[in-house]
């Protein structure tokens, strides 16, 4: 079995190329975790809620990512490696390693009951915040651009977005899938009119 | 309704016609510092995280 450390030197050792590349998404990535942990959900600070992002563990996500998409590479002729399989790999690997973590151990940690427990919205957030972000981050990197005009009536795709990014973090939380089905996910998802999912400015329409 | 070839369709798409289509150009190298910028706009809307808060509609 080949280790991590053969794979390592194989692909960066003596490519710049991907050596920046490597260097560009892991400042991506923790630039956008200290922006999330920074900011609010509804009333709550995420940043009350959970503790710091563990950039060592991003690193390795980063590494484990970008080894999987450059042997992928090595059977398919491709120039650059596309947006869905970035959004993809780091997805799958991220929500291995989840660099994100609750700050509170106990329901009682956090003031609340048991009951009111699995209601709350900082429970939500404190489970899922390794697929919230990873969901926003899907959002940025294979989103769409303000040019493109939604065909869809606002109100009914609002409901329709709402209802899938609900179902999309459940899926990623608790069903199994590997990198290649989610990036196919992904490509069918950016397909019109299904493509208003990841609208980033609905406002337009 | 009226049918169309493909190749008739790619044309049109291409030509602009269904503005929500998008053929994009898959061999450009990805800019990360876009995706940053791109995280930061839609993480500041302030209805963004509404959907956590929204009622599934089943399934």
Redesign the interface.
Known sequence: MKRKIDNYKKYFNDSPQNVERLRKLTDSLKEQSYIFYNNNIGDYKISDLISPPNEMLIHEVVINAMIDILRIADFHPVQNPTRYKYAAYVSYWWLRMKPLYPLVHTEKDAGLTAEETIKTVPYTIMTSVNEIFVTDFIRATVGRQKEYKPCIHYKKITDNVNDFLGSFIYFLQYRDFTAKQLELVLKAVNICPIAHILDIHPDSC | MEYISTNEFIKQITEGK?????LEN?????E??K??E???????QENH??????K??G?
């Open positions: 269904y503005p929500c289509v998008v898959d061999d450009e190298e990805i990360f510092e995706i940053t791109n995280f930061k706009e839609i993480t500041s995280y509404d959907y956590l808060f929204a599934q509609q399934g």
